[in-house]
Nanobody
Framework: QVTVVESGGGMVQAGGSLRLSCAASGRAFSTIYWYRQAPGKEREFVAVWVRSNGTTRHTDSVKGRFTIFRDNARETVDLQMDNLRPEDSAVYYC?????????WGQGTQVTVAS
C-alpha cells in the first residue's frame, strides 16, 4: 500500500524557518516533488529530489532560502525553509513519483505572518 504523508507545517513570523517532511512508502519512488498552492492560485512547483543521483532543483523564487534533501535516518525527503516570506504561505504538497504513477499527500499548511 502506498502512503504519502507530509508533516511540519505551521505558522511562523516572516524571516523564520520551518522544516517540512515527506514520508513516502510502498514503492521505490524515483523522484519526490514538493509543490504548493496558495488560495486562489494554481499549484506550483517548489523543488524536486531525484533518487538515482541525488540531483535537486528549486524554483527561482525559493533559491537560496529553501533546500530539499533526503534525511536517510528518517527515510524522508525534507524541505528546509529559511527566511520565510508572507508570499510563501500556502498548502505544501508532496508528490512521490515512479514510472507511470504519481502519489500525492494530503498537504500541510504553512502560514507566514508579516
Amino acid at each position: 500500500q502506498v502512503t504519502v504523508v507530509e508533516s511540519g507545517g505551521g505558522m511562523v513570523q516572516a524571516g523564520g524557518s520551518l522544516r517540512l517532511s515527506c514520508a513516502a512508502s510502498g514503492r521505490a519512488f524515483s523522484t519526490i516533488y514538493w509543490y504548493r498552492q496558495a488560495p486562489g492560485k494554481e499549484r506550483e512547483f517548489v523543488a524536486v529530489w531525484v533518487r538515482s543521483n541525488g540531483t535537486t532543483r528549486h524554483t527561482d523564487s525559493v533559491k537560496g532560502r529553501f533546500t530539499i534533501f533526503r534525511d536517510n535516518a528518517r527515510e524522508t525527503v525534507d524541505l528546509q525553509m529559511d527566511n520565510l516570506r508572507p508570499e510563501d504561505s500556502a498548502v505544501y504538497y508532496c508528490d512521490a513519483r515512479m514510472v507511470g504513477a504519481s502519489y500525492w499527500g494530503q498537504g500541510t499548511q504553512v502560514t507566514v505572518a508579516s
